[in-house]
């Protein structure tokens, strides 16, 4: 969000052109998809109804929005195509709250019925997460288009009619309650509901906080989720989720299943997950993310810190850069060395990476067996590695916590230590009923 604008409002989005980075025009804004949370808590705003130029209406997560500025919105570049369809937990903005009677509470004329003519969206800091923060409502009766009545805005707290309610079992009522849950308690909680409950939380979540917690789940748990997905969505899952994750759950399902879901899938991203499916599992090759930042030789520190501070990365993979000639994409060119982000600390924001490469430890090529990956692992104190084929390109890298879930036995989540750690030996068992 651009600076001196602390929030912008819903109303003032409808109709705005989205933007690609290189300036290329996706559509237009239609509305606006959030999700209602218990107790008066603001909403979660999920991402944006984008009109494309064939009319079709799209869904664009925030996640992928990087500026709100100047009557413009700019997105990553990558969009998913496929038709918008709203879920059950998510609410249109435009659509559902504007123009809706609700009571005001906790100001002067408490209990006074209000129309809402607007809301206002904030981004959190130092996060992508954004929140509907502000209420522009007006007293007295009428709709929208009346000019009479005062008008204020209010916290999001300060209304009541909007948040779903504190009783019933209904998914979108423990969907919230475990929201604040990290991806892997919240695996955690969903392997030990009945396999109806964990259905219906499933199909509650967004695509990027489904794909997180099914990279954290069992293998019997994720394939039966999987399967009670729309196929179309179940792509769109497999594509949010790491390549190597995606990679390993489709190599359990039957063959003609797998392929109809790569063919779904977006090209790049089924790429991906295709070349990490034909190494064997316990190898490195097997075991790799696709993922890694790579920079070239002529890359600033700069450069490489602002790739490092990038929040979807997990801290392995943020832990180190790979210089490599172009491209920059794995399969890359010759790859020439790593350099560690605390090594990055130290030298001036304008020193080439190039001159601060470590060529001294040798790259794994990709047949390597995890008992050495392993091995190399803690041998050199590192929690990554690169994965280098023949030529010398990197494919990949293998991080500590894709060996570590090799190394565990398949029942580690049941164990009392496990559970005792997260705090999770008695779940509610209001949570498990139908």
Not at 136 to 164: D, H, I, M, P, Y
Not at 225 to 230: A, S, V
Request: net charge negative; aromatic share 4%.
């Amino acid at each position: 969000m651009a600076a001196g604008a602390p929030r912008v409002f819903v109303s003032h989005l409808s109709g705005v052109a989205v933007f690609d980075p290189n300036g290329d025009q996706v559509g237009r804004v239609r509305d606006v998809v959030a999700m209602l949370r218990v107790g008066g808590r603001p909403p979660r705003v999920l991402g944006l109804v984008v009109e494309v130029v064939s009319r079709r209406r799209i869904f664009i997560p925030m996640t992928r929005v990087t500026g709100v500025e100047s009557g413009q919105v700019i997105t990553t570049g990558v969009v998913n195509m496929r038709r918008f369809e709203q879920r059950p937990t998510e609410t249109l903005v435009l659509g559902e709250l504007l123009d809706r009677r609700v009571r005001l509470v906790g100001v002067e004329g408490a209990e006074a019925e209000v129309t809402v003519l607007d809301v206002s969206l904030t981004q959190l800091p130092a996060r992508r997460d954004w929140e509907i923060d502000k209420v522009f409502v007006r007293r007295g009766k009428g709709g929208a288009l009346r000019r009479k009545g005062e008008t204020l805005t209010v916290e999001w707290s300060a209304v009541t009619g909007f948040s779903l309610e504190e009783h019933g079992q209904g998914a979108e009522n423990l969907l919230a309650t475990f929201e604040r849950l990290r991806p892997a308690d919240l695996a955690n909680v969903l392997h030990h509901l009945s396999p109806k409950r964990r259905a219906e939380v499933a199909a509650a979540l967004d695509d990027d906080r489904l794909a997180d917690v099914l990279e954290e789940l069992p293998e019997d748990d994720q394939i039966e989720i999987l399967g009670k997905l729309k196929e179309e969505r179940a792509a769109d899952v497999l594509e949010a989720m790491d390549p190597d994750d995606a990679a390993d759950l489709l190599s359990e399902l039957p063959e003609e299943e797998k392929e109809r879901l790569l063919t779904l899938m977006q090209p790049d991203d089924a790429a991906d997950v295709r070349r990490l499916m034909a190494y064997e599992e316990r190898t490195a090759g097997g075991l790799m993310t696709t993922e890694p930042i790579v920079l070239r030789p002529d890359a600033t520190v700069a450069d490489a810190l602002a790739r490092v501070r990038n929040p979807d990365l997990s801290p392995a993979l943020a832990a180190q850069v790979y210089v490599c000639r172009p491209p920059d994409e794995t399969p890359t060119g010759k790859y020439l060395g790593t350099v560690h982000f605390q090594r990055l600390l130290r030298d001036p924001p304008f020193t080439l990476v190039g001159s601060l490469t470590d060529t001294d430890l040798r790259p794994l090529p990709p047949h390597t067996p995890l008992p050495a990956v392993t091995s190399y692992l803690a041998t050199y104190n590192l929690v990554s590695v690169p994965v280098v084929d023949a030529s010398g390109s990197l494919l990949g890298v293998v991080t500590v916590d894709d060996v570590l879930d090799h190394l565990l036995p398949d029942d580690w989540r049941e164990t009392e230590l496990h559970l005792g750690a997260l705090g999770m030996s008695a779940l509610p068992e209001a949570a498990d009923e139908p």
